[in-house]
């Protein structure tokens, strides 16, 4: 097929659609939204979309449900934030309150992997994964199903109020506004034990910031999902905005290549002999945009990436027996070296001669994507940082200790002299056994040569070691005295030590904590 001329174009529907959000034609911020009615996109992107949102709502949702049996002492929900007992579990792993520092680590590891994300492949969260795009995509899905696809949904939206017009809207609204109760019901179910907070729900036994929660979380699911789609990104997500910071020459973007499509011609008997390219004009990839963008006008803040004008233009290309790749992801790096080729370094306008062969193909000198790209030093760094913080709390999580305490001295009165000369400390123990089982624990006075202790709840018997039983997952209080003889040596500090007396020798969990004894030499 000779370069200049054009396959028959009688196949390609050409959609009479202007975008909504164009860079071209910017809008008031105080005007009226414009209605998008985006047409069902088919292809490989489509497709990868359908599966993150079955894999993250379905995630959503089922996760409250899932059980993880961690004994009889402690809740088995395997995805639980435990707000009455100050605790966040996971599988296997429990975090408590002193412990936030691991919710400190997961918040910069999901920063630097946002981070490395849109350095590498632009705004691929937003198009993706971003809970925003998610529900937007579900609700279009119902509307879709209920209405039609664009055509029908513009037709039914120009016409006037009938009755099988109001039965769709109340149908579509209805699904809606179900899909958002689920939401915000499934929101709550991660705070508690999901089957018997959905049991208290029903009979109107849940407290009162279950209901609020979910009748919050189903108006902003339903308000933003259903009716501001687009506008909450545009205007009220700071991402569009930040992006910028995040992207570079080789950071892959949604991009039109221009040097190949232009110039475009919408007929094939208008293009015989002419220079032109391969875009026809049909505008499909501005039917298919949920942003409402013609992506032919370059990168806009609007563009959320997620590529359903690469499929809707791929279809296109089919039908014209040419290759994909007219919208495609691409780095500026290799786009403007393929733009400087095509304009003779800038100095002509588009020459389709100066990119491609008689044959039709892609001169070798054309720039396509290298993988390798992906591996320059900005994405490593970003890669060993996120890394680096999983392996340090992943190590962490496994060497921490599961037993612990904290000891707090009597402030008035700080020593007690006796009738025999001896001198009596005050101490409050905390012990905190932090695994989901009662374990007994040794309570050992070490230092304070001649010095003993008494728990008065154990009797009155006097000691350098006791045997304490502590609950599972709680901590248990103590109150401890410490003794020092008259004769003994006059030592300020010492150390209570904890150990569990139920593990093996060489395992056992032990904790200690220094202590100061108080004298009437030391207190001014």
């Not at 945009?289 to 590529?307: K, L, N, V």
């Amino acid at each position: 097929m000779n370069l200049y001329t054009r396959p028959n174009l009688n196949d390609i529907d050409h959609v009479r659609v202007e975008p909504v959000n164009a860079r071209r034609n910017r809008q008031s911020l105080y005007a009226p939204r414009k209605k998008i009615f985006p047409k069902r996109a088919e292809g490989p992107f489509r497709r990868f979309k359908w599966v993150l949102m079955l894999l993250t709502l379905g995630t959503y949702y089922l996760a409250p449900w899932i059980r993880w049996d961690r004994g009889p002492y402690a809740p088995n929900q395997a995805i639980l934030v435990d707000l009455a007992s100050r605790r966040f579990f996971f599988f296997f792993i429990e975090i408590w309150p002193q412990e936030f520092y691991y919710v400190a680590g997961l918040l910069v590891m999901a920063g630097f992997g946002l981070f490395l994300l849109t350095a590498a492949v632009g705004r691929a969260w937003c198009g993706y994964a971003c809970p925003q795009t998610v529900w937007v995509d579900l609700f279009i899905v119902v509307e879709r199903a209920v209405e039609g696809d664009r055509n029908a949904r513009m037709k039914l939206d120009a016409d006037p109020f009938t009755f099988d017009k109001l039965r769709k809207r109340v149908i579509k609204h209805a699904i809606w506004l179900l899909i958002a109760v689920a939401t915000g019901g499934a929101w709550i179910f991660y705070f508690a034990d999901a089957p018997s907070l959905a049991a208290s729900l029903f009979d109107g036994s849940a407290p009162a910031a279950a209901y609020a929660t979910i009748a919050t979380l189903t108006a902003t699911t339903y308000v933003l999902g259903g009716l501001m789609r687009e506008q909450t990104c545009t205007y009220m997500c700071p991402w569009p905005r930040i992006q910028g910071a995040m992207l570079d020459e080789n950071s892959l973007v949604v991009t039109y290549n221009d040097w190949r499509g232009e110039q475009r011609s919408r007929h094939g008997k208008k293009a015989q002999g002419l220079p032109v390219g391969d875009c026809v004009d049909c505008n499909a990839c501005v039917a298919v945009c949920p942003m409402g963008i013609d992506i032919r006008d370059g990168q806009q803040m609007e563009c959320i990436t997620c590529a359903l004008c690469i499929d809707a233009c791929g279809g296109v290309m089919d039908k014209l027996g040419k290759p994909h790749g007219l919208i495609a992801y691409a780095t500026l790096k290799e786009y403007s070296s393929n733009m400087s080729l095509a304009t003779d370094g800038g100095r002509t306008a588009i020459q389709p001669s100066n990119v491609r062969n008689d044959d039709g193909s892609f001169m070798p000198a054309v720039r396509n994507f290298d993988w390798r790209i992906i591996f320059r030093r900005r994405i490593v760094f970003y890669g060993v940082v996120w890394a680096s913080i999983g392996v340090a709390m992943v190590v962490h999580l496994a060497l921490r200790d599961r037993l612990r305490l904290n000891v707090i001295h009597d402030r008035n009165p700080q020593y007690v002299l006796e009738s025999d000369g001896s001198i009596r400390n005050g101490y409050t123990l905390h012990v905190l056994n932090m695994v989901p089982k009662p374990r007994d624990v040794t309570i050992t006075l070490v230092g304070l040569e001649g010095g003993t202790m008494r728990i008065p709840e154990f009797g009155r018997q006097d000691a350098r070691s006791f045997t304490a039983h502590v609950e599972p997952d709680a901590a248990t209080t103590l109150k401890v005295f410490v003794t020092r003889a008259p004769d003994g040596a006059e030592i300020n500090e010492f150390l209570f030590v904890i150990e569990d007396i139920g593990q093996d020798a060489g395992q056992a969990d032990r904790a200690s904590y220094r202590a100061a004894f108080n004298a009437p030499g030391d207190v001014k």
